[in-house]
């Protein structure tokens, strides 16, 4: 009996040229989501890969220079110096970055850590982007499935009931045999299908072109198939609570610009309100002030340092220019005086996403797309994760190299060897992920089972 709800459902849906045209509509901006992702992610990698070899170290290189210099040949009074040691943090996208690339222009995916570095200028802002793309964003397949998915979903199924009691037709359906949870399956399946499986086919493109972890493809494919069914329930309990077309067409708008838009618009606001970051006036103000005070005081600075550090640093070489040790003392005095103001700032986007997190479960489109930014490798979370790590080993270095700088020196062979390269760490899924998962798939089947209860008493 299901059989022929559903033919009957499939062929309607197909034979108006309404519905034809949203699907090719929907379809069509998706699958340029798509093109626009990979091209966006393959010029990424392609600038990360093409830096110029000038703005950082060939490390073999450098090794062989101070490796002759210990050994005493002649070398340069330039060569192998340890703040000419400049390594390159990256950040690469995820695996499937090209299908949640929206924001990620506003974070920074290089580094170059050195000590002629301090934190305020370890970051090359907007190296991908222009500002008119960074003020307008992407649209990714992130947003055609958050954004659009549910309401092409919920404008092509809202009127299967008040459709037919306009028409006059519902009463002689349900006297004929008709059920009136059979219709609404068969419609809401009619149209969920070409809405999931468009989004699906771009996902699979994209693992296969970027050779993804299935992993993370699986994860996708349920978010979309969960947040479907979530929407599908919301569909349902409107079709089966409307009297009149125009009722239904106000519910749809209202639902889904209260879960959609106003819901994650107002948590990013109260976030925001709540836990405010420091300001980058103040912060460059403060690394400007920390970096006039060594400078005036170099010398007395340069003491200071060296005290903190007795027994290191080897021979002084008056060869060495001066303004290396000086350069080197204001970074690190610039880190020193702005760690407070990098610490808050930290702290509180922390706290701005702990607070959207929770205000999440609010909110169906929330925890999609933090299931859909976690499995693509994007994110905010991530962006911070590259931002602590590339500061911590900024921190390293200057610490391996500080007292040779200062004393105008070279560091030892063994010291040079103990330095690491930058090796990004992403931080792990958590729990969260399978919380949000869970999350839709019974809030879906909720709405689901109470639509069918309500159905059932026609």
Request: charged content about 15%; glycine content about 6%; some cysteine.
């Amino acid at each position: 009996m299901f059989g022929f709800y559903m033919q009957r459902e499939w062929a309607d849906f197909w034979r108006s040229p309404v519905r034809i045209l949203a699907i090719a509509i929907y379809a069509g901006v998706a699958f340029w989501a798509l093109m626009d992702g990979l091209t966006w992610q393959s010029h990424v990698q392609e600038i990360q890969a093409e830096t110029p070899a000038d703005m950082f170290t060939d490390r073999e290189a450098w090794m062989a220079d101070l490796r002759r210099a210990e050994a005493g040949e002649e070398v340069s009074p330039y060569s192998a110096r340890p703040m000419a040691l400049t390594l390159r943090a990256v950040h690469m996208p995820g695996d499937l970055a090209a299908l949640a690339h929206r924001n990620e222009a506003i974070h920074p995916h290089s580094a170059l850590i050195s000590g002629w570095r301090s934190e305020a200028s370890l970051f090359r802002r907007y190296e991908v982007e222009g500002p008119s793309v960074l003020r307008s964003g992407r649209i990714d397949l992130a947003f055609v499935v958050i954004v659009l998915m549910p309401l092409f979903l919920l404008m092509l199924t809202f009127d299967v009931v008040s459709r037919e009691r306009v028409a006059g037709r519902f009463r002689v359906f349900l006297m004929q045999g008709g059920s009136l949870s059979r219709l609404l399956a068969a419609r809401l399946l009619a149209v969920s299908v070409p809405l999931v499986l468009i989004p699906a086919a771009c996902v699979l493109i994209a693992s296969a072109v970027k050779s993804a972890s299935p992993v993370s493809g699986l994860i996708w494919l349920a978010a979309i198939t969960a947040y479907a069914l979530f929407w599908a329930g919301v569909s349902a309990m409107i079709a089966v609570l409307t009297e009149r077309p125009a009722s239904g067409a106000i519910a749809v708008l209202v639902s889904w610009s209260v879960f959609v838009v106003l819901i994650p618009s107002a948590s990013q606001f109260l976030a925001q309100s709540l836990h405010p970051v420091p300001s980058r006036v103040t912060y460059l103000s403060e690394a400007r002030d920390a970096e006039g005070q060594t400078r005036r005081n170099l010398a007395q600075r340069a003491e200071i340092y060296m005290a903190e550090h007795p027994g290191q640093g080897g021979a002084s070489d008056d060869a060495v220019p001066g303004f290396y040790r000086a350069s080197y003392l204001a970074n690190v005095d610039i880190n020193s005086r702005t760690a407070p103001l990098v610490a808050e700032f930290e702290d509180q986007q922390s706290a701005q996403r702990q607070f959207v997190n929770a205000v999440g479960f609010l909110s169906p489109s929330m925890m999609a797309q933090d299931l859909l930014f976690r499995a693509s490798g994007t994110g905010p979370e991530r962006a911070a994760a590259f931002r602590q790590q590339a500061r911590a080993h900024l921190a390293v270095i200057h610490e391996a190299i500080g007292p040779a700088t200062v004393n105008r020196s070279r560091i030892t062979v063994a010291q040079a060897e103990a330095i690491p390269e930058f090796r990004f760490a992403p931080p792990g899924h958590g729990p969260i992920l399978w919380i949000s998962f869970i999350w839709l798939v019974v809030a879906g089947g909720l709405l689901v089972v109470a639509t069918a209860g309500v159905a059932r008493r026609y």
